[in-house]
């Protein structure tokens, strides 16, 4: 059952196709062309066979973005011409630890420009749907690559407020990262949220960086995104959006387990005296 899955979402309309780029920090960054259009919602995963570098083993990452959009100008006479026309793209950013990830790091560091492309399977979507349109105050806290969760989140509650769809009215994104190379993994996307209509009104973002080179390397672009070394002291960053809150409060986390655990700790401490919600995702992958 699960072969004939894989073969009806990535046969047909010219196959499923993969562009690898190296990356900064030992990351690299997969843009998907689906055979056929899929549905993608914040926080979902899928697995990908890549049988240039793993042969048939199949590994799961959180899907970062995910874009749609109409080949050609033709007009669709049928079901089959309206899914040939419709075209779906899937992102993530992996970074390279071994086995699998390592191996596609390396042949992509060596293909001409630092990008290839390479026969790809996709399997998916999974994972439950923690969505947060329901929080008047949305803190989403990142550490690394724990950012391919959370980015989506972002671009959905974003719109979701333009468009007056979901409660949020206050959007903290906080990432905590090792170098400002390690911008690049999201920068394309990020540019296209911070373009997005009414995010001034809506969407902060606190960039923390832990092992700055020097203290130029840290700068804060402007009101709304801003910069620091080091990281969070997340007690004080929690009761600063207490006191102007608007809503119930939810804390979503992506990142190393003692991230998670400090965040969670300083959450339940509030509890008692303000309506505040903790909301993991395990970082396993």
Same mark, same amino acid.
């Given at each position: 059952m699960r072969i004939l899955r894989l073969a009806y979402r990535n046969v047909g309309c010219g196959g499923t196709k993969a562009l690898v780029e190296a990356l900064p920090g030992n990351a690299v960054r997969i843009t998907v062309a689906l055979a056929r259009p899929w549905t993608f919602a914040p926080g979902q995963h899928a697995y990908l066979y890549m049988p240039s570098i793993g042969l048939w083993t199949s590994h799961p990452f959180s899907v970062a973005?995910?874009?749609?959009?109409?080949?050609?100008?033709?007009?669709?006479?049928?079901?089959q011409d309206v899914l040939a026309l419709q075209k779906t793209s899937i992102s993530f950013v992996i970074r390279a630890r071994t086995g699998f990830t390592n191996t596609l790091l390396q042949k992509t560091e060596v293909a001409p420009g630092g990008r290839m492309y390479t026969k790809c399977f996709v399997e998916g979507p999974y994972?439950?749907?923690?969505?947060?349109?329901? /929080?008047?105050?949305?803190?989403?806290?990142?550490?690394?690559?724990?950012?391919? /969760?959370?980015?989506?989140?972002?671009? &959905?509650?974003?719109?979701? /407020?333009?468009n007056g769809t979901v409660a949020a009215r206050k959007i903290l994104l906080v990432w905590i990262i090792q170098s400002p190379e390690h911008l690049e993994w999201i920068r394309p996307w990020m540019t296209e949220i911070l373009a997005m209509e009414k995010? @001034? &009104?809506?969407? @902060?973002?606190?960039?923390?960086?832990?092992?700055? @080179?020097?203290?130029?390397?840290?700068?804060?672009?402007?009101?709304?995104?801003?910069?620091?070394?080091? @990281?969070?002291?997340? &007690?004080?960053?929690?009761d600063m959006e207490i006191e102007s809150q608007i809503g119930a409060m939810g804390v979503s986390v992506c990142g190393s387990g003692s991230l998670s655990d400090d965040v969670r700790s300083v959450v339940r401490r509030r509890q008692s005296r303000t309506n505040i919600d903790f909301i993991e995702e395990a970082f396993t992958w």
């Open positions: 973005w995910s874009q749609e959009a109409r080949a050609g100008s033709s007009l669709a006479t049928n079901t994972g439950k749907l923690n969505l947060m349109r329901s /929080y008047g105050t949305a803190i989403l806290v990142a550490g690394g690559i724990g950012i391919t /969760y959370q980015v989506p989140h972002v671009r &959905d509650l974003v719109a979701g /407020y333009a995010r @001034r &009104d809506v969407l @902060r973002i606190k960039l923390f960086v832990s092992r700055p @080179r020097s203290t130029k390397e840290v700068h804060s672009p402007s009101a709304t995104v801003q910069m620091f070394p080091g @990281r969070p002291n997340m &007690d004080t960053l929690i």
